[in-house]
């Protein structure tokens, strides 16, 4: 795939930003990320793909930064239930190939469920409410979750966010833990790219090396900038970001008629 310098200079801008927007808020950036991509990466699974390698080296970069506060029993859980859910995704993937008779997964296009991701979070935080429950209590079904959600919708951070408000977890728990989980969601998936959608990354290096760097720079600055935020107001704004994330899945296919 070959993108043009303006293009991918917008996209290494991009990547830095919403890298350093990750790290201050913990989310956010990205599904903006996202977003930007695909106005500029014309194929969707390609979008999916390749945003998928970008955010496992952001996540990974976080994760290393913070990782002096990881709880280990709630990346422990999810990483089982992440590969239950990915390898539920491979068996979705292969049945749906087989069903619309296709010779590439590319050729299908699944993007219902972003509405519905978008209602559940909603629920959770207003109707629901996160429970203070033990630590580990649901992160194995999170982790299925987001595992079978991933390949479909591509960033699931807003998913498996709300299950991070507990008020055990500081804003540093509540960072480097997501962080940890969504990189195994994202190691999780490249595989099936790879399989079903015939991705050769080492083909799109001269996207994905640039991109890389700029999400390591930029998440080393958002490190700094998230040492100023209170913890109160790191929340605050954890629970904003991703009520506003929430409404923009729920209505994106609306505003995509208009």
């Not at 999916?48 to 390698?53: E, M, R, S």
């Not at 970008?54 to 996540?59: D, G, M, V, W």
């Not at 997501?178 to 959608?197: G, N, R, V």
């Not at 290096?205 to 640039?210: D, G, H, M, S, V």
Request: positive net charge; charged residues 15%; hydrophobic residues 55%.
């Amino acid at each position: 795939m070959t993108l043009e310098l303006t293009q991918l200079i917008i996209l290494i801008i991009s990547a830095f930003i919403t890298s350093a927007i990750s790290a201050v808020l913990g989310m956010g950036g990205g599904i903006i990320l996202l977003g930007i991509m695909a106005i500029i990466i014309p194929e969707g699974y390609m979008v999916i793909a390749l945003h998928g390698i970008i955010q496992l080296f952001s996540n990974s970069t976080r994760t290393y930064i913070f990782r002096k506060h990881i709880k280990k029993n709630i990346v422990n859980k999810f990483l089982i239930g992440s590969f239950v859910g990915a390898f539920l995704s491979g068996v979705i993937i292969f049945l749906l190939v087989q069903f619309y008779e296709v010779k590439s997964a590319s050729e299908i296009k699944i993007d219902f469920l972003k509405p519905i991701i978008g209602v559940f979070i909603l629920w959770y935080l207003f109707l629901k409410g996160p429970k203070k429950e033990k630590e580990n209590q649901s992160f194995i079904k999170v982790g299925g979750i987001s595992g079978l959600a991933s390949v479909f919708v591509g960033a699931t951070g807003p998913l498996i966010a709300p299950f991070f408000l507990n008020s055990k977890l500081t804003k540093e728990n509540i960072i480097v833990n997501k962080a940890a989980c969504q990189m195994i969601t994202h190691l999780t998936k490249i595989p099936l790219f790879i399989y079903f959608f015939n991705v050769n990354y080492v083909d799109e290096y001269l996207i994905l090396i640039p991109l890389i760097l700029s999400v390591y720079i930029g998440t080393n600055l958002g490190k700094k900038i998230l040492s100023f935020i209170p913890e109160k107001t790191f929340k605050m704004l954890f629970r904003v970001c991703l009520s506003v994330i929430a409404v923009r899945l729920i209505l994106g296919p609306i505003l995509l008629r208009i």
